[in-house]
C-alpha cells in the first residue's frame, strides 16, 4: 500500500522551474529519502506534501485521498498524522517552555490523556531521563534538542514522518546515535519516513527508497530532474 502518491507535479517560482512532471510514490513503513544538492528543492517538496506549500500542477494522494480535498474536510487528522521534524530543532521548541511544556502540548492540541508517567515514557524511548522534563531548550545539546523534537511527535503516534535535514550540524558519533534510534522507535511505531538529506552515507545506510534530485540549465532557467532510485518509486 501507498501512504503518498504524487503524479505529475510541477513547482515553480517565477520563471524559476523546480520540477516538473515529478511522479512517485511512498509505500507504507518504508524509509523513502529525498536526495540532492542544496537548493535542488527538496525541503520545498517536503513542505508540498505536508500541505505546507502550494504547486502549479499534479496531484498528490495520501492514503489515496487527494491531498487538496483532505486538508479541507479534515484537516486535523493530516497534521496528527503527518509530521516533521527540521534542521534546526531550537527553531521549532519554544525556548520559553520547559521540556515537560513542549511534551505536553500535543496531548492538548489533540485531546489526547496523558499522565507525567506518559511524558517520562517518550523521553526514555528517545534516550533520555526524567531529568529533562524541567529543562529548558536552551540548557541542551543539538543532539538532545533533537531527541525532544523525536518525542514530541511521538506523543501522536504518526503515520508519516518527515525528516528535513535532521542529522545536519551535528558530529559522526551523534548522527550514528541519531540514525540508529531512528530505526528502533520506527521498529517500534511502525510508520513511515521521507528523509530529506544530500548525505549519500545516511540514504545508504537507512533507506529502502530513493528519489534523487538534480538542477540542470535549460534555456537560461533552472529545471528539476528527477531520477529514479536504486528501488522504483
Do not use: C, W
Not at 41 to 66: A, F, P, Q, R, V
Not at 208 to 220: C, E, F, H, K, P
Amino acid at each position: 500500500m501507498n501512504i503518498i502518491k504524487v503524479r505529475n507535479l510541477k513547482k515553480s517560482f517565477g520563471d524559476n522551474v523546480v520540477f516538473e512532471n515529478l511522479t512517485f510514490s511512498v509505500k507504507k513503513g518504508s524509509i523513502f529519502s529525498i536526495v540532492g544538492p542544496s537548493g535542488s528543492g527538496k525541503s520545498t517538496l517536503g513542505k508540498i506534501i505536508l500541505g505546507l506549500e502550494k504547486y502549479d500542477s499534479g496531484e498528490i494522494y495520501y492514503k489515496e485521498s487527494l491531498l487538496e480535498d483532505l486538508l479541507k474536510k479534515n484537516k486535523k487528522r493530516f497534521r496528527r498524522e503527518v509530521q516533521i521534524i527540521l534542521q534546526n530543532s531550537s527553531s521549532s521548541l519554544n525556548p520559553r517552555q520547559k521540556i515537560k511544556e513542549i511534551l505536553k502540548e500535543p496531548f492538548l492540541i489533540h485531546k489526547i490523556s496523558f499522565t507525567d508517567k506518559s511524558l517520562v515514557k517518550l523521553l526514555e524511548e528517545v534516550g533520555l531521563n526524567s531529568s529533562f522534563l524541567n529543562r529548558y531548550p536552551r540548557e541542551m545539546s543539538g543532539g538532545q534538542r533533537q531527541r525532544i523534537a523525536i518525542a514530541r511527535i511521538l506523543t501522536l503516534r504518526p503515520e508519516l514522518i518527515i525528516l528535513d535535514e535532521i542529522l545536519r550540524g551535528l558530529d559522526l558519533s551523534l548522527q550514528g546515535q541519531l540514525m540508529n534510534l531512528i530505526l528502533k522507535i520506527k521498529k517500534s511505531y511502525g510508520f513511515t519516513i521521507i528523509m530529506i538529506t544530500h548525505n549519500k552515507e545516511i540514504v545508504d545506510f537507512l533507506s529502502d527508497y530513493i528519489l534523487r534530485l538534480q538542477n540542470s540549465v535549460v534555456s537560461g532557467k533552472k529545471q528539476r530532474i528527477g531520477t529514479p532510485p536504486r528501488e522504483d518509486v
